[in-house]
Protein backbone atom coordinates (compact mmCIF):
# COMPACT_ATOMS: atom_id res chain seq x y z
CA UNK A 1 0.00 0.00 0.00
CA UNK A 2 1.30 3.57 -0.54
CA UNK A 3 2.29 5.49 1.97
CA UNK A 4 1.69 8.70 0.02
CA UNK A 5 5.61 9.28 0.22
CA UNK A 6 6.38 7.33 -2.51
CA UNK A 7 5.01 7.80 -6.21
CA UNK A 8 2.94 4.70 -7.16
CA UNK A 9 4.15 1.94 -9.47
CA UNK A 10 0.53 0.71 -9.78
CA UNK A 11 -3.05 2.50 -8.82
CA UNK A 12 -5.60 0.87 -9.52
CA UNK A 13 -9.24 1.99 -8.81
CA UNK A 14 -12.60 -0.40 -8.88
CA UNK A 15 -11.24 -2.35 -11.67
CA UNK A 16 -14.32 -5.04 -12.58
CA UNK A 17 -13.61 -7.83 -14.91
CA UNK A 18 -16.17 -10.11 -16.33
CA UNK A 19 -15.67 -12.72 -18.73
CA UNK A 20 -17.14 -13.26 -22.04
CA UNK A 21 -19.02 -16.47 -19.91
CA UNK A 22 -20.64 -13.89 -17.55
CA UNK A 23 -18.24 -14.84 -14.50
CA UNK A 24 -17.11 -11.65 -13.04
CA UNK A 25 -13.64 -12.42 -11.83
CA UNK A 26 -13.08 -8.66 -10.45
CA UNK A 27 -15.92 -7.21 -8.45
CA UNK A 28 -14.27 -3.43 -7.87
CA UNK A 29 -10.76 -4.30 -6.72
CA UNK A 30 -8.92 -0.95 -5.42
CA UNK A 31 -4.96 -0.95 -4.96
CA UNK A 32 -2.00 1.19 -4.40
CA UNK A 33 1.14 -0.20 -4.20
CA UNK A 34 3.95 2.38 -3.97
CA UNK A 35 7.47 2.09 -6.35
CA UNK A 36 10.09 -0.36 -4.56
CA UNK A 37 7.18 -2.36 -2.81
CA UNK A 38 7.43 -5.84 -2.50
CA UNK A 39 3.55 -6.82 -2.57
CA UNK A 40 2.02 -10.00 -2.16
CA UNK A 41 -1.25 -10.91 -3.88
CA UNK A 42 -2.81 -14.03 -1.66
CA UNK A 43 -6.08 -15.85 -2.44
CA UNK A 44 -7.38 -18.84 -2.66
CA UNK A 45 -7.67 -20.66 -6.77
CA UNK A 46 -9.76 -18.90 -8.60
CA UNK A 47 -10.06 -15.96 -6.37
CA UNK A 48 -9.14 -13.32 -9.58
CA UNK A 49 -5.29 -13.37 -8.73
CA UNK A 50 -4.24 -14.43 -12.41
CA UNK A 51 -6.93 -12.10 -13.98
CA UNK A 52 -5.74 -9.11 -11.87
CA UNK A 53 -2.63 -9.79 -13.17
CA UNK A 54 -3.27 -9.97 -16.59
CA UNK A 55 -5.16 -6.80 -16.69
CA UNK A 56 -1.88 -5.29 -15.49
CA UNK A 57 -0.41 -6.67 -18.34
CA UNK A 58 -2.43 -6.50 -20.98
CA UNK A 59 -3.13 -9.82 -21.54
CA UNK A 60 -6.56 -9.37 -20.26
CA UNK A 61 -9.31 -6.20 -21.44
CA UNK A 62 -10.69 -4.67 -17.95
CA UNK A 63 -14.49 -4.29 -18.12
CA UNK A 64 -14.35 -0.83 -15.84
CA UNK A 65 -12.31 1.00 -13.46
CA UNK A 66 -9.00 3.12 -14.06
CA UNK A 67 -5.05 1.00 -13.81
CA UNK A 68 -2.26 3.33 -14.14
CA UNK A 69 1.19 2.05 -13.90
CA UNK A 70 4.37 4.24 -13.07
CA UNK A 71 1.72 7.17 -13.25
CA UNK A 72 0.71 6.04 -17.21
CA UNK A 73 -3.24 5.09 -17.40
CA UNK A 74 -3.59 2.15 -19.69
CA UNK A 75 -6.36 3.55 -21.32
CA UNK A 76 -4.47 6.43 -22.32
CA UNK A 77 -1.19 4.90 -23.53
CA UNK A 78 -1.01 0.74 -23.17
CA UNK A 79 2.15 0.75 -24.74
CA UNK A 80 4.18 3.03 -22.33
CA UNK A 81 2.26 1.56 -19.76
CA UNK A 82 3.34 -2.13 -20.97
CA UNK A 83 7.17 -1.46 -21.25
CA UNK A 84 7.07 -0.65 -17.30
CA UNK A 85 6.11 -3.96 -16.84
CA UNK A 86 7.81 -7.29 -16.77
CA UNK A 87 5.81 -10.21 -16.20
CA UNK A 88 6.38 -13.90 -15.11
CA UNK A 89 3.14 -15.84 -15.72
CA UNK A 90 2.40 -18.90 -13.89
CA UNK A 91 2.09 -21.43 -17.27
CA UNK A 92 5.11 -21.65 -19.61
CA UNK A 93 4.71 -19.07 -22.73
CA UNK A 94 8.00 -19.49 -24.45
CA UNK A 95 8.96 -20.85 -27.81
CA UNK A 96 10.11 -24.47 -27.00
CA UNK A 97 11.93 -24.87 -30.10
CA UNK A 98 13.64 -21.72 -29.92
CA UNK A 99 17.39 -21.72 -27.95
CA UNK A 100 17.47 -20.01 -24.46
CA UNK A 101 19.16 -16.79 -25.65
CA UNK A 102 16.94 -15.98 -28.30
CA UNK A 103 13.84 -16.05 -26.22
CA UNK A 104 15.68 -13.36 -24.22
CA UNK A 105 16.94 -11.78 -26.82
CA UNK A 106 13.64 -11.64 -28.80
CA UNK A 107 12.06 -10.27 -26.00
CA UNK A 108 14.42 -7.43 -25.67
CA UNK A 109 13.75 -6.51 -29.65
CA UNK A 110 10.10 -6.80 -28.59
CA UNK A 111 10.59 -3.80 -26.58
CA UNK A 112 12.57 -2.12 -28.63
CA UNK A 113 15.93 -3.01 -27.44
CA UNK A 114 18.86 -4.05 -30.52
CA UNK A 115 20.49 -7.20 -29.88
CA UNK A 116 23.88 -5.85 -29.33
CA UNK A 117 22.67 -3.43 -26.60
CA UNK A 118 20.51 -6.41 -25.38
CA UNK A 119 23.51 -8.97 -25.62
CA UNK A 120 25.62 -8.16 -22.97
CA UNK A 121 22.79 -8.12 -20.51
CA UNK A 122 21.20 -10.99 -21.31
CA UNK A 123 24.20 -12.79 -20.98
CA UNK A 124 24.77 -11.03 -16.92
CA UNK A 125 21.02 -12.19 -16.52
CA UNK A 126 21.70 -16.09 -17.34
CA UNK A 127 24.69 -16.25 -15.74
CA UNK A 128 23.40 -15.18 -12.37
CA UNK A 129 20.11 -17.21 -12.80
CA UNK A 130 22.49 -20.12 -13.21
CA UNK A 131 21.87 -20.90 -17.34
CA UNK A 132 24.39 -19.96 -18.29
CA UNK A 133 25.73 -23.65 -19.55
CA UNK A 134 22.13 -23.46 -21.33
CA UNK A 135 21.80 -20.64 -23.09
CA UNK A 136 22.19 -22.34 -26.44
CA UNK A 137 19.57 -25.15 -25.05
CA UNK A 138 16.27 -25.15 -26.81
CA UNK A 139 13.88 -24.57 -24.39
CA UNK A 140 11.78 -27.94 -24.67
CA UNK A 141 14.98 -29.57 -23.43
CA UNK A 142 15.26 -27.72 -19.63
CA UNK A 143 14.49 -28.96 -16.50
CA UNK A 144 11.10 -27.48 -14.76
CA UNK A 145 12.92 -25.10 -12.92
CA UNK A 146 15.37 -23.93 -15.26
CA UNK A 147 12.04 -23.30 -17.52
CA UNK A 148 11.18 -20.77 -14.50
CA UNK A 149 14.53 -19.03 -14.34
CA UNK A 150 14.28 -18.76 -18.10
CA UNK A 151 10.88 -16.61 -17.57
CA UNK A 152 12.58 -14.64 -14.89
CA UNK A 153 15.40 -13.60 -17.20
CA UNK A 154 13.39 -12.73 -20.01
CA UNK A 155 10.68 -10.54 -17.90
CA UNK A 156 13.70 -8.47 -16.73
CA UNK A 157 15.52 -8.27 -20.13
CA UNK A 158 14.00 -4.98 -20.42
CA UNK A 159 14.50 -3.76 -16.82
CA UNK A 160 11.09 -3.18 -15.67
CA UNK A 161 10.36 -0.73 -12.73
CA UNK A 162 7.92 -3.38 -11.89
CA UNK A 163 7.76 -7.10 -11.90
CA UNK A 164 4.42 -9.32 -11.83
CA UNK A 165 5.20 -12.78 -10.38
CA UNK A 166 2.55 -15.19 -10.61
CA UNK A 167 3.18 -18.20 -8.72
CA UNK A 168 6.85 -17.99 -9.45
CA UNK A 169 8.16 -20.73 -7.50
CA UNK A 170 5.75 -23.41 -8.26
CA UNK A 171 6.82 -26.71 -8.89
CA UNK A 172 10.72 -25.76 -7.92
CA UNK A 173 12.49 -27.48 -5.36
CA UNK A 174 13.27 -25.95 -2.04
CA UNK A 175 17.48 -25.23 -2.92
CA UNK A 176 16.06 -23.50 -5.93
CA UNK A 177 13.59 -21.43 -4.44
CA UNK A 178 16.04 -20.31 -1.91
CA UNK A 179 17.59 -19.01 -4.49
CA UNK A 180 15.25 -17.61 -6.14
CA UNK A 181 14.58 -15.59 -3.20
CA UNK A 182 17.81 -14.31 -2.62
CA UNK A 183 17.38 -13.00 -6.32
CA UNK A 184 13.62 -11.49 -5.67
CA UNK A 185 15.24 -9.78 -2.33
CA UNK A 186 18.42 -8.19 -4.14
CA UNK A 187 16.39 -7.28 -7.33
CA UNK A 188 13.45 -5.46 -4.92
CA UNK A 189 16.86 -3.67 -2.81
CA UNK A 190 18.12 -2.39 -6.34
CA UNK A 191 14.60 -0.35 -7.01
CA UNK A 192 12.39 -2.93 -8.75
CA UNK A 193 8.71 -3.25 -7.34
CA UNK A 194 7.74 -6.29 -6.82
CA UNK A 195 4.15 -7.99 -6.91
CA UNK A 196 4.07 -11.57 -6.19
CA UNK A 197 1.11 -13.62 -6.11
CA UNK A 198 1.47 -17.36 -4.40
CA UNK A 199 0.15 -20.30 -3.10
CA UNK A 200 2.94 -20.39 -0.63
CA UNK A 201 2.23 -18.30 2.38
CA UNK A 202 5.51 -19.19 3.91
CA UNK A 203 6.94 -17.27 1.24
CA UNK A 204 5.18 -14.36 0.86
CA UNK A 205 5.34 -13.85 4.87
CA UNK A 206 9.57 -14.38 4.29
CA UNK A 207 9.52 -11.98 0.88
CA UNK A 208 7.03 -9.36 1.51
CA UNK A 209 6.39 -6.49 3.26
CA UNK A 210 2.62 -5.57 1.81
CA UNK A 211 -0.11 -7.96 1.02
CA UNK A 212 -3.37 -8.36 0.00
CA UNK A 213 -5.74 -10.83 0.19
CA UNK A 214 -7.99 -11.43 -2.91
CA UNK A 215 -11.20 -13.56 -2.48
CA UNK A 216 -13.80 -13.97 -5.03
CA UNK A 217 -12.83 -11.01 -6.72
CA UNK A 218 -12.58 -8.70 -4.10
CA UNK A 219 -10.07 -7.07 -2.06
CA UNK A 220 -10.85 -8.48 1.38
CA UNK A 221 -7.93 -7.50 3.59
CA UNK A 222 -5.22 -5.23 2.35
CA UNK A 223 -1.82 -3.83 5.09
CA UNK A 224 1.69 -4.97 5.98
CA UNK A 225 2.87 -8.01 6.77
CA UNK A 226 3.32 -7.07 10.19
CA UNK A 227 -0.24 -5.13 11.03
CA UNK A 228 -1.73 -8.49 9.47
CA UNK A 229 0.38 -11.11 12.06
CA UNK A 230 -0.11 -8.43 14.89
CA UNK A 231 -3.85 -8.73 14.40
CA UNK A 232 -3.96 -12.17 14.55
CA UNK A 233 -6.60 -13.95 16.85
CA UNK A 234 -4.17 -16.87 17.85
CA UNK A 235 -0.71 -18.60 16.79
CA UNK A 236 -0.44 -22.00 17.05
CA UNK A 237 2.69 -23.80 18.02
CA UNK A 238 3.85 -27.38 18.33
CA UNK A 239 6.06 -28.71 21.11
CA UNK A 240 8.42 -31.52 21.03
CA UNK A 241 8.06 -33.35 24.24
CA UNK A 242 11.64 -35.11 25.23
CA UNK A 243 9.74 -38.30 26.04
CA UNK A 244 6.40 -40.11 25.13
CA UNK A 245 3.63 -38.35 26.83
CA UNK A 246 1.44 -40.51 29.15
CA UNK A 247 -1.84 -40.53 29.53
CA UNK A 248 -1.91 -38.74 33.25
CA UNK A 249 -0.19 -36.04 31.42
CA UNK A 250 -2.75 -35.59 29.73
CA UNK A 251 -5.35 -35.62 31.82
CA UNK A 252 -3.74 -32.87 33.90
CA UNK A 253 -2.94 -31.07 30.77
CA UNK A 254 -6.54 -30.67 29.61
CA UNK A 255 -7.41 -27.66 31.10
CA UNK A 256 -4.44 -26.42 28.93
CA UNK A 257 -5.15 -25.09 25.24
CA UNK A 258 -3.68 -28.16 24.26
CA UNK A 259 -3.90 -30.78 21.53
CA UNK A 260 -2.06 -34.03 21.57
CA UNK A 261 -0.69 -34.66 17.81
CA UNK A 262 1.33 -37.63 18.30
CA UNK A 263 3.04 -39.39 21.40
CA UNK A 264 5.83 -36.83 21.53
CA UNK A 265 4.16 -33.66 20.06
CA UNK A 266 1.34 -31.38 21.16
CA UNK A 267 -0.25 -28.70 19.81
CA UNK A 268 -0.61 -25.15 21.66
CA UNK A 269 -2.78 -22.16 20.94
CA UNK A 270 -1.21 -19.05 22.19
CA UNK A 271 -4.60 -16.54 22.73
CA UNK A 272 -3.24 -12.21 21.86
CA UNK A 273 -1.38 -11.41 25.34
CA UNK A 274 -0.42 -14.95 26.57
CA UNK A 275 3.05 -15.99 26.23
CA UNK A 276 4.28 -19.12 25.53
CA UNK A 277 7.02 -18.88 28.62
CA UNK A 278 3.74 -19.45 30.66
CA UNK A 279 2.48 -22.74 28.85
CA UNK A 280 6.07 -24.16 29.21
CA UNK A 281 6.29 -23.59 32.99
CA UNK A 282 2.63 -25.22 33.42
CA UNK A 283 3.79 -28.49 31.53
CA UNK A 284 6.60 -28.58 33.50
CA UNK A 285 5.11 -28.61 36.97
CA UNK A 286 3.22 -31.85 35.16
CA UNK A 287 5.79 -33.49 34.31
CA UNK A 288 6.08 -32.51 30.64
CA UNK A 289 9.62 -31.33 29.13
CA UNK A 290 9.61 -29.12 25.71
CA UNK A 291 12.36 -30.17 23.40
CA UNK A 292 11.22 -27.83 20.97
CA UNK A 293 8.69 -25.49 19.75
CA UNK A 294 7.77 -24.50 16.21
CA UNK A 295 5.61 -23.00 13.94
CA UNK A 296 2.54 -24.64 12.72
CA UNK A 297 3.42 -23.69 9.37
CA UNK A 298 2.81 -19.93 8.07
CA UNK A 299 1.50 -17.51 10.72
CA UNK A 300 0.30 -15.68 7.40
CA UNK A 301 -1.39 -18.80 6.57
CA UNK A 302 -3.68 -18.96 9.86
CA UNK A 303 -4.58 -15.28 8.82
CA UNK A 304 -5.55 -16.38 5.51
CA UNK A 305 -7.52 -19.17 6.17
CA UNK A 306 -9.06 -16.91 9.05
CA UNK A 307 -10.29 -14.30 6.49
CA UNK A 308 -11.07 -16.71 3.75
CA UNK A 309 -13.53 -18.33 6.15
CA UNK A 310 -15.20 -15.04 7.50
CA UNK A 311 -15.30 -14.46 4.01
CA UNK B 1 22.12 -16.42 -7.81
CA UNK B 2 23.32 -13.00 -7.45
CA UNK B 3 22.27 -9.78 -9.29
CA UNK B 4 24.34 -7.00 -10.35
CA UNK B 5 22.40 -3.88 -10.72
CA UNK B 6 24.53 -2.01 -12.88
CA UNK B 7 22.03 -0.68 -15.28
CA UNK B 8 23.52 -1.36 -19.00
CA UNK B 9 20.81 -0.27 -21.57
CA UNK B 10 20.33 3.46 -21.26
CA UNK B 11 19.74 3.78 -25.31
CA UNK B 12 16.60 5.20 -26.41
CA UNK B 13 14.37 2.02 -27.04
CA UNK B 14 12.21 2.03 -30.63
CA UNK B 15 9.70 -0.59 -30.13
CA UNK B 16 8.15 0.16 -33.27
CA UNK B 17 11.33 -0.53 -35.89
CA UNK B 18 13.52 -2.59 -33.94
CA UNK B 19 10.28 -4.52 -32.84
CA UNK B 20 9.59 -5.13 -36.26
CA UNK B 21 12.66 -6.39 -37.61
CA UNK B 22 12.99 -8.49 -34.16
CA UNK B 23 9.90 -10.10 -35.81
CA UNK B 24 10.95 -10.52 -39.21
CA UNK B 25 14.17 -11.70 -38.44
CA UNK B 26 12.85 -14.66 -36.14
CA UNK B 27 9.83 -15.45 -39.43
CA UNK B 28 12.85 -15.19 -41.99
CA UNK B 29 14.43 -17.38 -40.04
CA UNK B 30 11.51 -19.64 -39.38
CA UNK B 31 11.38 -20.01 -43.10
CA UNK B 32 14.68 -21.51 -43.79
CA UNK B 33 15.48 -23.81 -40.61
CA UNK B 34 12.42 -25.59 -41.59
CA UNK B 35 12.99 -25.30 -45.28
CA UNK B 36 11.78 -28.54 -46.50
CA UNK B 37 8.47 -27.82 -45.10
CA UNK B 38 8.25 -23.93 -45.85
CA UNK B 39 9.97 -23.84 -49.22
CA UNK B 40 10.62 -27.45 -50.74
CA UNK B 41 6.94 -28.60 -50.88
CA UNK B 42 5.31 -25.45 -53.45
CA UNK B 43 8.08 -26.18 -55.57
CA UNK B 44 7.70 -30.30 -56.13
CA UNK B 45 4.30 -29.81 -56.43
CA UNK B 46 4.26 -26.83 -59.26
CA UNK B 47 6.84 -28.89 -60.61
CA UNK B 48 4.60 -31.74 -61.37
CA UNK B 49 1.89 -29.84 -62.52
CA UNK B 50 4.35 -28.29 -65.08
CA UNK B 51 5.10 -31.70 -65.83
CA UNK B 52 2.09 -33.05 -66.41
CA UNK B 53 -0.80 -29.88 -67.53
CA UNK B 54 2.39 -28.23 -69.38
CA UNK B 55 4.48 -30.61 -71.23
CA UNK B 56 2.61 -34.13 -71.50
CA UNK B 57 -0.85 -32.93 -71.80
CA UNK B 58 -0.50 -29.20 -72.83
CA UNK B 59 1.42 -30.05 -75.91
CA UNK B 60 -1.79 -31.41 -77.24
CA UNK B 61 -3.60 -28.07 -76.43
CA UNK B 62 -3.97 -25.35 -78.45
CA UNK B 63 -2.61 -22.05 -78.01
CA UNK B 64 -4.40 -19.59 -75.76
CA UNK B 65 -3.64 -16.15 -77.31
CA UNK B 66 -0.90 -16.57 -79.45
CA UNK B 67 1.15 -18.09 -76.15
CA UNK B 68 1.72 -22.44 -75.65
CA UNK B 69 -0.53 -23.42 -72.82
CA UNK B 70 2.54 -24.06 -70.51
CA UNK B 71 3.23 -20.33 -70.74
CA UNK B 72 -0.19 -19.71 -70.59
CA UNK B 73 -0.69 -21.26 -66.98
CA UNK B 74 3.60 -20.73 -64.99
CA UNK B 75 1.95 -17.49 -64.41
CA UNK B 76 -1.21 -18.62 -62.86
CA UNK B 77 0.79 -22.10 -60.70
CA UNK B 78 3.24 -19.51 -59.65
CA UNK B 79 0.47 -16.84 -58.07
CA UNK B 80 -1.14 -20.61 -56.45
CA UNK B 81 1.93 -21.16 -55.11
CA UNK B 82 2.14 -17.52 -53.81
CA UNK B 83 -1.25 -17.55 -52.16
CA UNK B 84 -0.94 -21.14 -50.65
CA UNK B 85 2.70 -20.21 -48.84
CA UNK B 86 1.46 -16.79 -48.04
CA UNK B 87 -1.50 -18.20 -46.19
CA UNK B 88 -0.44 -21.14 -44.53
CA UNK B 89 3.00 -19.00 -43.36
CA UNK B 90 1.27 -16.85 -41.02
CA UNK B 91 -1.70 -18.57 -40.21
CA UNK B 92 0.69 -21.80 -38.81
CA UNK B 93 2.98 -19.10 -37.11
CA UNK B 94 0.03 -17.63 -35.48
CA UNK B 95 -1.56 -20.43 -34.27
CA UNK B 96 1.42 -21.99 -33.04
CA UNK B 97 2.56 -18.99 -30.99
CA UNK B 98 -1.31 -18.77 -29.84
CA UNK B 99 -1.64 -23.01 -29.04
CA UNK B 100 2.37 -22.81 -27.49
CA UNK B 101 0.89 -19.49 -25.69
CA UNK B 102 4.26 -17.50 -26.47
CA UNK B 103 1.88 -14.86 -28.54
CA UNK B 104 1.98 -13.68 -24.87
CA UNK B 105 5.32 -12.57 -25.43
CA UNK B 106 4.17 -10.02 -28.31
CA UNK B 107 0.99 -8.94 -25.88
CA UNK B 108 2.55 -7.81 -23.36
CA UNK B 109 5.31 -5.87 -24.91
CA UNK B 110 4.86 -2.27 -26.03
CA UNK B 111 4.65 -3.17 -29.85
CA UNK B 112 1.79 -1.76 -30.92
CA UNK B 113 -1.18 -3.71 -33.05
CA UNK B 114 -0.05 -2.80 -36.22
CA UNK B 115 3.82 -3.75 -35.43
CA UNK B 116 3.10 -7.44 -34.29
CA UNK B 117 0.40 -7.63 -37.51
CA UNK B 118 3.27 -6.52 -39.82
CA UNK B 119 5.59 -8.83 -38.47
CA UNK B 120 3.51 -11.60 -38.94
CA UNK B 121 2.87 -10.69 -42.31
CA UNK B 122 5.98 -9.72 -43.26
CA UNK B 123 7.27 -13.39 -42.43
CA UNK B 124 4.49 -14.88 -44.75
CA UNK B 125 5.23 -12.19 -47.63
CA UNK B 126 8.87 -13.15 -47.39
CA UNK B 127 8.29 -16.93 -47.55
CA UNK B 128 6.16 -16.51 -50.92
CA UNK B 129 7.83 -14.08 -52.52
CA UNK B 130 10.91 -16.78 -51.84
CA UNK B 131 8.56 -19.28 -53.06
CA UNK B 132 7.25 -17.19 -56.45
CA UNK B 133 11.08 -16.58 -57.37
CA UNK B 134 12.09 -20.82 -56.95
CA UNK B 135 8.84 -21.92 -59.01
CA UNK B 136 9.97 -19.38 -61.32
CA UNK B 137 13.62 -21.26 -61.57
CA UNK B 138 11.89 -24.45 -62.00
CA UNK B 139 9.34 -23.32 -64.48
CA UNK B 140 12.60 -22.48 -67.12
CA UNK B 141 13.29 -26.22 -67.12
CA UNK B 142 9.54 -26.56 -69.08
CA UNK B 143 9.71 -23.17 -70.74
CA UNK B 144 11.25 -19.53 -71.81
CA UNK B 145 10.02 -16.97 -69.48
CA UNK B 146 8.01 -13.69 -71.21
CA UNK B 147 8.80 -10.75 -69.12
CA UNK B 148 6.20 -7.96 -70.41
CA UNK B 149 6.19 -5.74 -67.10
CA UNK B 150 7.93 -6.30 -64.50
CA UNK B 151 6.77 -3.86 -62.10
CA UNK B 152 3.20 -5.19 -62.53
CA UNK B 153 4.35 -8.95 -61.77
CA UNK B 154 6.18 -7.44 -58.88
CA UNK B 155 3.35 -5.40 -57.39
CA UNK B 156 0.71 -8.36 -58.09
CA UNK B 157 2.92 -10.84 -56.33
CA UNK B 158 3.04 -8.43 -53.24
CA UNK B 159 -0.26 -7.30 -53.11
CA UNK B 160 -1.09 -10.98 -53.40
CA UNK B 161 1.33 -12.35 -50.79
CA UNK B 162 -0.17 -9.49 -48.65
CA UNK B 163 -3.62 -10.45 -49.38
CA UNK B 164 -3.74 -14.09 -48.25
CA UNK B 165 -1.27 -13.71 -45.22
CA UNK B 166 -3.44 -10.88 -43.56
CA UNK B 167 -6.10 -13.73 -44.43
CA UNK B 168 -4.20 -16.70 -42.28
CA UNK B 169 -3.80 -14.28 -39.63
CA UNK B 170 -7.57 -13.98 -39.52
CA UNK B 171 -7.99 -17.58 -39.90
CA UNK B 172 -5.06 -17.51 -37.29
CA UNK B 173 -7.18 -15.74 -34.63
CA UNK B 174 -10.73 -17.52 -35.03
CA UNK B 175 -9.21 -20.76 -35.27
CA UNK B 176 -9.46 -22.99 -32.07
CA UNK B 177 -7.89 -26.07 -32.94
CA UNK B 178 -5.70 -27.71 -35.78
CA UNK B 179 -8.89 -28.30 -37.88
CA UNK B 180 -10.14 -24.56 -37.78
CA UNK B 181 -6.57 -23.76 -39.37
CA UNK B 182 -7.25 -26.69 -42.29
CA UNK B 183 -10.80 -25.98 -43.33
CA UNK B 184 -10.32 -22.83 -45.21
CA UNK B 185 -7.71 -23.78 -47.41
CA UNK B 186 -8.98 -26.85 -48.33
CA UNK B 187 -12.42 -25.87 -48.76
CA UNK B 188 -12.07 -22.31 -49.63
CA UNK B 189 -8.62 -22.03 -51.04
CA UNK B 190 -7.60 -25.00 -53.50
CA UNK B 191 -11.56 -24.18 -54.55
CA UNK B 192 -11.45 -20.32 -55.68
CA UNK B 193 -7.68 -21.30 -57.03
CA UNK B 194 -8.70 -23.27 -59.76
CA UNK B 195 -11.77 -22.28 -60.53
CA UNK B 196 -9.91 -18.78 -60.68
CA UNK B 197 -8.23 -18.67 -64.43
CA UNK B 198 -4.68 -20.90 -63.65
CA UNK B 199 -5.65 -23.50 -66.20
CA UNK B 200 -8.09 -21.15 -68.56
CA UNK B 201 -9.22 -18.20 -70.11
CA UNK B 202 -12.78 -17.31 -68.39
CA UNK B 203 -13.19 -15.58 -72.05
CA UNK B 204 -13.90 -20.13 -73.37
CA UNK B 205 -16.57 -20.65 -70.37
CA UNK B 206 -20.12 -19.86 -71.25
CA UNK B 207 -21.81 -16.80 -70.45
CA UNK B 208 -23.12 -17.53 -66.72
CA UNK B 209 -19.80 -19.19 -65.83
CA UNK B 210 -17.88 -16.40 -67.09
CA UNK B 211 -20.09 -14.13 -65.03
CA UNK B 212 -19.87 -16.34 -61.86
CA UNK B 213 -15.92 -16.16 -62.62
CA UNK B 214 -16.09 -12.64 -62.19
CA UNK B 215 -16.90 -12.96 -58.26
CA UNK B 216 -13.86 -14.63 -57.41
CA UNK B 217 -11.12 -12.59 -56.22
CA UNK B 218 -8.34 -15.10 -57.18
CA UNK B 219 -9.15 -14.31 -61.12
CA UNK B 220 -7.84 -11.09 -60.76
CA UNK B 221 -4.65 -11.93 -59.21
CA UNK B 222 -3.84 -14.28 -61.43
CA UNK B 223 -4.89 -12.61 -64.51
CA UNK B 224 -2.89 -9.15 -63.19
CA UNK B 225 0.00 -11.49 -62.57
CA UNK B 226 -0.19 -12.98 -65.93
CA UNK B 227 -0.71 -9.64 -67.83
CA UNK B 228 2.97 -8.84 -66.01
CA UNK B 229 4.41 -11.34 -68.35
CA UNK B 230 2.23 -11.73 -71.40
CA UNK B 231 0.58 -9.14 -71.69
CA UNK B 232 -3.09 -10.99 -71.90
CA UNK B 233 -5.63 -10.54 -69.18
CA UNK B 234 -9.07 -11.77 -68.93
CA UNK B 235 -9.94 -8.74 -66.89
CA UNK B 236 -9.07 -4.91 -66.70
CA UNK B 237 -5.45 -4.99 -65.22
CA UNK B 238 -6.92 -1.91 -63.48
CA UNK B 239 -9.66 -3.35 -61.84
CA UNK B 240 -7.38 -6.16 -60.46
CA UNK B 241 -5.55 -3.94 -59.06
CA UNK B 242 -8.38 -1.97 -57.51
CA UNK B 243 -10.08 -5.29 -56.15
CA UNK B 244 -6.59 -6.50 -54.83
CA UNK B 245 -6.07 -3.38 -52.87
CA UNK B 246 -9.96 -2.82 -52.01
CA UNK B 247 -9.07 -6.76 -50.11
CA UNK B 248 -6.32 -6.20 -48.44
CA UNK B 249 -7.45 -3.40 -47.03
CA UNK B 250 -10.34 -4.79 -45.44
CA UNK B 251 -8.13 -7.31 -44.35
CA UNK B 252 -6.39 -5.01 -42.32
CA UNK B 253 -8.93 -3.34 -40.86
CA UNK B 254 -10.30 -6.19 -39.82
CA UNK B 255 -7.28 -7.47 -38.27
CA UNK B 256 -6.39 -4.39 -36.72
CA UNK B 257 -10.43 -4.59 -35.22
CA UNK B 258 -10.01 -8.01 -33.61
CA UNK B 259 -6.36 -7.15 -31.97
CA UNK B 260 -7.44 -4.05 -30.94
CA UNK B 261 -10.86 -5.67 -29.46
CA UNK B 262 -8.50 -8.98 -28.32
CA UNK B 263 -11.15 -11.39 -29.78
CA UNK B 264 -9.20 -14.72 -29.78
CA UNK B 265 -6.23 -13.16 -28.55
CA UNK B 266 -6.86 -12.07 -24.80
CA UNK B 267 -9.50 -12.83 -22.01
Redesign the interface.
Known sequence: MSDGTKPAAIKIVDLKKV?GTGVEALKGVSLTIAEGEFFALLGPNGAGKS?LI?VL?????KTSGTVEVCGVSIDENI??A??F?G?V?Q??????FETVIDIII??A??????RH??M??AN?LIE???LADKRDTQAMKLSGGMKRRLMIA?SLI??PRVLLLDEPTAGVDVELRR??H??LR??NA?GTTIILTTHYLEEAEQLSREVAIINNGSIIKQGSVKSLLANMNSVTLLLDTVAPISTAELQLARALPITRIDDTTLQLKLAPGETVNDYIRKLSTIGVQISNIRNNGSRLEEVFIDLIQKD | ?????T???S?E???????F???L??EVTRVFRIWSQTLLPPVVTTSLYFAIFGAFIGSQIAKIDGFSYIQFIVPGLVMMAVITSAYSNTVSTFFG?KM???L?????????DWVVIAGFVSGGVVRALLVAILVLIVSLFFTHLIIFNLFIIFAAAFLTSLLFSLAGLVNGIFAKSFDGISIVPTFVLVPLTYLGGVFYSINRLPPFFRFLSLGNPILYMVNAFRYGFLGISDVSVTVSFEVMIFVTLALLIITLWLFK??SGL??
Open positions: YTSAGLAIDKKSIIPEFNFNWNQGYYGIPVAPRENLGRHEGMDFELA | MALQTKTMERAPILVGLTMRKAQRNEELLVSPMPRGKN
